[in-house]
């Protein structure tokens, strides 16, 4: 995600590297270097230059602080400026009513059903809500059968009626039913098309009349760009949505969707997307997303999707066999779990600052703890319970039930081993403080 686009923009503020001040000349250079970046990035030609001339204005009207260099001071009216650009802080959504209704909107392919699915399983598990999801697209039997099986997979009901072609219809008596079985949340999927056309813009604008959503959320997919900007403009000065939605940011985006809809359409960016898992959907925040760009990370983020897989009492119960020194598989596999929960490991990895960069060109894979798990699960119970216990044989019965090595066997026993060791040490602060002390450049 804007990987070129952060490139780009080191690359510029390079050319203020070892500058003692803050010249007009070496901005202009800086900054021409800027506007190139953001429309490399697809970003409005305009947009980019009102961007570079605010930018231009701060930092020649900047005094110089003694601890930061002009690069620096250039960096940070940058990220100040992207967040602004973005809308300057994120914009719950509207789910007051009972129910309250959500209407979806975008072009076919936009990813509509798949983010209707996601925002239903967010707003279940982290608010409580108890949804609805009604297969507004009557013309497409493909998009019901979709937004059925994410309703299973999400333990969520999904309201059809078979051959109705009448999508107005379909939502109201979607709303009734939800109403009857104490349903507090409505989420309408509504059909698309493959570019704008006025059917389809009469149909939208027809259901939102006659049901009076709390929020229309604009569908757009990230990955088309300036073309997405401007379709967000048409449905906009139609249908008057609340807020965009960002599908498809795990692609390969250019950024100038995310970095312009908020100024051509005056309407904030509410979630983005990065993936296909249902947990893959997150609150727009404009500051963490200008630190992404500029390479700076998003621990905040990163915490708080490692905070919704804490579980306080299963954590007591670890920090316990920590102590004992009874960490084992069973316990090293839930880690995993957890940490798969989280997001795309490259993703994960992007928001620690400076990780990101060093990882840029490692291809890493969903699936990279796919052979660790076929290790374990080729354990019997006992021996995840008691690794202590693999001697040879073992490994090579493992090793054929997961179709791996004994290699592979034992550096993992290695690495578990390690991480035993790591995870005991963080328990006991006189050992950490011990092993600091013994450390090149470390004192007791």
């Known amino acids: 995600m804007f990987d070129s686009l952060s490139e780009k923009l080191e690359r510029s503020f390079k050319i203020l590297k070892g500058q003692g001040t803050i010249t007009e000349i070496n901005v202009a250079e800086t900054l021409k270097e800027v506007r190139r970046a953001l429309l490399d ?64 909107a975008g072009l076919q392919g936009s990813g509509k059903t798949t983010f209707s699915g996601k925002l239903a399983h967010l707003l279940k598990t982290k608010r409580g809500k108890n949804p609805l999801l009604i297969a507004g697209d009557v013309y497409r039997p ?10 299973e997979q999400i333990n969520v009901k999904v309201y ?78 139609r249908l008057n949505f609340d807020g965009v939605v ?31 898992k249902m947990e893959a959907l997150e609150l727009f ?18 915490v708080e999707r490692a905070q919704e897989q804490f579980d306080a009492e299963e954590a007591r119960k670890l920090q316990k066999k920590i102590a004992r020194n009874q960490f084992n ?26 990780v990101g960069k060093a990882m840029k060109n490692l291809d890493i894979d969903d699936d990279a703890f796919k052979s660790i798990e076929a290790i374990i699960f080729s354990m019997t119970p006992y021996e995840r319970e008691n690794p202590a216990v693999l001697n040879g044989s073992r490994k090579k019965r493992i090793a054929m039930g997961s179709g791996s090595d004994v290699q592979e066997i034992n550096r993992l026993l290695k690495q578990f081993d390690e991480t035993r060791k790591m995870m005991k040490m963080m328990q006991s602060g006189k050992n950490l403080s011990r092993m600091m002390g013994g450390m090149p450049g470390m004192r007791k």
């Open 41 to 104: 990035a697809d970003v409005n030609y305009k947009i980019a230059k009102t961007f570079t001339d605010t930018v231009k204005q701060k930092a020649l009207g900047e005094k110089i602080l003694s601890s930061l260099k002009p690069g620096q001071m250039m960096v940070k009216i940058v990220h100040d400026e992207l967040a602004l650009l973005m809308g300057g802080s994120n914009e719950d959504i509207n789910v007051k009513g009972n129910p309250a209704v959500i209407l979806i």
């Open 142 to 151: 493909a998009a019901i059968n979709q937004l059925q099986v994410l309703g």
């Open 160 to 237: 059809t009626e078979e051959g109705n072609q009448d999508p107005v219809k379909l939502a109201k008596d979607g709303i009734k039913e939800a109403k009857r079985s104490g349903n507090d949340l409505v989420i309408i999927d509504t059909a698309g098309r493959l570019a704008i056309d006025e059917q389809m813009m009469k149909e939208i604008e027809s259901i939102k009349k006659s049901v009076d959503p709390n929020e229309t959320l604009f569908v757009v997919d990230a990955m088309t760009g300036q073309d997405a900007v401007n379709t967000a403009k048409e449905f906009n000065d």
């Open 246 to 276: 960002l599908t498809k940011l795990d692609g390969d985006t250019r950024g100038g969707a995310a970095l312009s809809i908020r100024s051509v359409v005056e309407k904030p960016i509410k979630f983005i997307s990065t993936g296909e």
């Open 285 to 302: 925040h404009p500051e963490r997303m200008a630190d992404r760009i500029l390479g700076m990370g998003d621990i905040v983020s990163l």
């Open 329 to 354: 598989f069973n316990d090293f596999i839930k880690q995993i779990q957890q940490i798969k929960k989280m997001g795309n490991i490259k993703e994960l990895a992007s928001m620690i600052p400076g």
